[in-house]
C-alpha cells in the first residue's frame, strides 16, 4: 500500500523556520502524478475473490480438488475409452489378477473389474452429487420460509425436524430402501416414460427418494438460523427504512449472506450420501447386479478374499478416496466461507 | 429441569412410537408375501396367512401388535419357524452387545489420551501427525476399514482367525474396525475442546501456583476437556449400532446386526419390526441418557 501522509517535498528551506512568513510553494495546486500517488493501489475484492484466493493457499484442498477432478474423469470418461463394458463377459479371461489388458484384473465372469470400478465410482459419484442438489433444494426452501415466516409456523416446522432427527436414521434408511425397491421396480418395468433411465434399477432412485425423505433437516435447520440472523440485522433494517420490500430484501441481503454455509453444508453432504450409499450396497440394500456399485463390488469380491485380495482393495480404496476428497475441499470451503462454523 | 426432563421424555416415547408405526405400515406396504420363495398352493397360503394373522385388516393387525409388543412379544419369526423374535434377539444380541461395549471403551481409552497428547504439544510434531492422521482416516468408511484389515491379516499375513470361533482372537478386528471411526472423532473432539481449556485462566492460575505440568494438564485440563466426549456417547451408539450391520457380515459375527439385515432381504416382517424397535429404543434411551448426564456433569450447561 502507498504511503497516504506524502510528505510535501518541495518545502524549501531556504527560509528561516521560525519566520511566519508563508511559504507560497505549499499551495500549488497538486499535479496528476501527485494526485495518483495517494490513491490505495490495491483493487477491492469481492468475497468471492477473497475466498478463491484464500482457498487456492491451502495445499491440501487444492490436492483434493485436483483428485475430485481425477475421479470424475476416472468416472465419466474412462469407461468411453475401454474397449471393455462394464457387464461384458469376456470367456477364456475369468479370474485374472492385475495384467496389462485389465490394470484391475477380472471377476469370476471375466468382466474387466476396471471399467467395473469406473462405473461404481460414476454411481457413487451421481448418486452423491444429486442427493445434495435435492437436500440443497428442499432443505433451503424449507428453512428459508420457517426463518422468513417466523411465529407458530416456524416453531411447528422446525418441531418436525426435531422428531425426524431423533428417529434413528440410518435404521429408517435401511427400511425405506428396502420397501421402496418393489414398488419403483414395478412403476419403471411397466411406465414408457422411465425406459430411458430403468437401467439405472430401482436401488438408484429409491436411495434418492431416502436421501430426500431423511437428510434435509441439517441444511433447514442452517438456513432458518441464518435467515433469522440476518433478518435481525441492522443493515436490514436500514434497507427497510429506505423503502425496500421484501422481495428485494432476500435478495440482496439475505440470500447472499447465506450462501456460504449453503455451499459448505451441500459440499459436505456429498460425501455423506456417497457413504450411505455405499454402506448400503455393501449390506447388499443398495445397487445390485449386473450394475456396479463400489459398495457392492466390496461385497461380491469378498467370497474370494483369500484367492483375490486386490478384487477387494480397489473399490475400498476408491470409496475412501472419494469421501477423502470431498471431505477435505468441504471443510477448506467452511473455513474460507463461513470461519463462524469452525468448530 | 423437571420441565425440560418431562419434555426430553416426551419427546424420546414420542419418536418410539412414531417408529413401531412407520416400521409396521412400511413393512405392510411392501407388495409380495414372505411366503412367496416357497412352492405351495393358495390353500396352503391362505392357511398360513391366517395362522400369522396376515389376512386381517391392517390397522387390526397393527393393534394386536401393539397389544403384543406392550407384553413383551413380538411374536414369531417367519423364516426361523417357531423362534420367538425376542428369543432370536437375546441369542444374537449379546455378541453385538459385546462388540460395541468393547468398541466404546477402546475408542474412549485411545482417542481421549491421543487428543489430549496432541493439544499439549500443540503445533509440535506429533501434534501435526496426529492431526494428519485423524483427518484422513475420519473419511475412511469403517466397513472399508474392516475390509482392508481383513485383507491384510487374514488373507494375506494370515495371523487372524478366518471362521468364527467365539474366541477372544475373533473380536480383536472387528472390535477395531468398529472403533476406528471414533477413536479419529474422539481424538479431535478432545483435542479442540483441550486447547479451548489450556487458554483458560484456571490452567494459569494452576501454573502460577507452581503445580507440576503433569497435574495441570491431567487433573485441570482434561477433566473439563472430557467433558464434550459425553456428548458424543449418544451419537457414537447409532453409529455402533449401524456400523456393526457391515462388521458383523464381514467378520462372520454370529450377531444381531448381521441377523437384521438378512431377514431385511428376506422379508422376515416380525423379526425386521422387533429387531427395528429394539435397536431404536436403545438408541432412543441413548440419547435421552447422554442429555440427562451431560447436565449433571456440567452444570454450566442450563438445562433448557
Known sequence: MKNTEAQPKK???????????????????????????????????????????????????????????????????????SQYDYDQFNPGQEDQAPNWTHPFGTDRFGRDLLVRNMYGARISLSIGIIAAALTLVIGSLYGSISGFVGGRTDNIMMRVIDVIYSLPDLLVVILLSATLKEPLEKMLESSVAFSGISELGPAFFSMLIVFALMYWGTMARIVRGEVLRIKEQEYVLAARALGANSGRIIRKHV??????????????????????????????????????????MVTDALQGVYSYPTRVVFPSVIIALIILAFNTVGDALRDVLDPRMKK | ???????????????????????????????????????????????????????????????????NLLQGDMGTSLQKKGRSVTGIIEEKFPYSAKL???????????????????????????????????????????????????????????????????????????????????????TKLTRSSMLETLGQDYIKTAHAKGLSSFAVHFKHALKNSAIPVISYVGPL????????????????????????????????YPVIMGTTIFLGCIMVLMNLLVDFVYGMVDPRIKLR
Open chain 1, 11 to 81: 518545502v524549501s528551506l531556504r527560509l528561516n523556520p521560525l519566520s511566519m512568513h508563508v511559504n507560497p510553494d505549499l499551495f500549488v495546486p497538486a499535479s496528476e502524478e501527485e494526485k495518483q500517488e495517494l490513491v490505495v493501489i490495491r483493487a477491492g475484492t469481492s468475497l468471492w475473490k477473497d475466498a478463491m484466493r484464500r482457498f487456492r493457499k491451502n495445499k491440501f484442498a487444492m490436492v483434493a480438488l485436483a483428485l475430485i477432478i481425477i475421479l470424475i474423469l476416472f468416472a465419466f470418461v474412462g469407461p468411453l475409452l
Open chain 1, 255 to 296: 440470500l447472499p449472506n447465506c450462501i456460504g454455509p449453503i455451499i459448505v453444508t451441500t459440499t459436505l453432504q456429498i460425501p455423506s450420501a456417497i457413504f450411505t450409499e455405499s454402506f448400503l450396497s455393501f449390506i447388499g440394500l443398495g445397487i445390485s447386479a449386473p450394475l456396479a456399485s463400489l459398495g457392492s
Open chain 2, 1 to 67: 429441569m423437571l420441565k425440560y426432563g418431562l419434555k426430553r421424555i416426551f419427546a424420546a416415547i414420542l419418536a418410539v412410537i412414531i417408529l413401531i408405526t412407520a416400521t409396521f405400515f412400511l413393512m405392510h406396504m411392501v407388495p409380495g408375501s414372505p411366503f412367496l420363495s416357497e412352492r405351495m398352493t393358495e390353500k396352503v397360503k391362505a392357511n398360513l396367512e391366517k395362522k400369522y394373522g396376515l389376512d386381517k385388516p391392517l390397522t387390526t393387525q397393527y393393534l394386536i401388535y401393539v397389544e
Open chain 2, 100 to 186: 460395541g461395549v468393547f468398541a466404546i471403551l477402546l475408542a474412549i481409552s485411545v482417542g481421549i489420551p491421543l487428543g489430549a497428547l496432541a493439544a499439549i504439544k500443540h503445533e509440535k510434531l506429533i501434534d501435526r501427525l496426529v492431526m494428519l492422521f485423524t483427518t484422513i482416516f475420519i473419511s475412511v468408511p469403517g466397513f472399508v476399514f474392516g475390509t482392508l484389515l481383513l485383507v491384510i491379516f487374514c488373507a494375506i499375513l494370515k495371523i487372524a482367525p478366518a471362521t468364527w470361533t467365539d474366541s477372544p482372537a475373533n473380536y480383536v478386528l472387528p472390535v477395531i474396525s468398529l472403533s476406528f471411526y471414533p477413536i479419529c472423532y474422539i
Open chain 2, 237 to 268: 451408539t447409532a453409529f455402533l449400532i449401524t456400523g456393526t450391520f457391515a462388521v458383523e457380515k464381514l467378520f462372520s459375527v454370529p450377531g444381531l446386526g448381521r441377523f437384521f439385515v438378512d431377514s431385511v432381504s428376506n422379508r422376515d
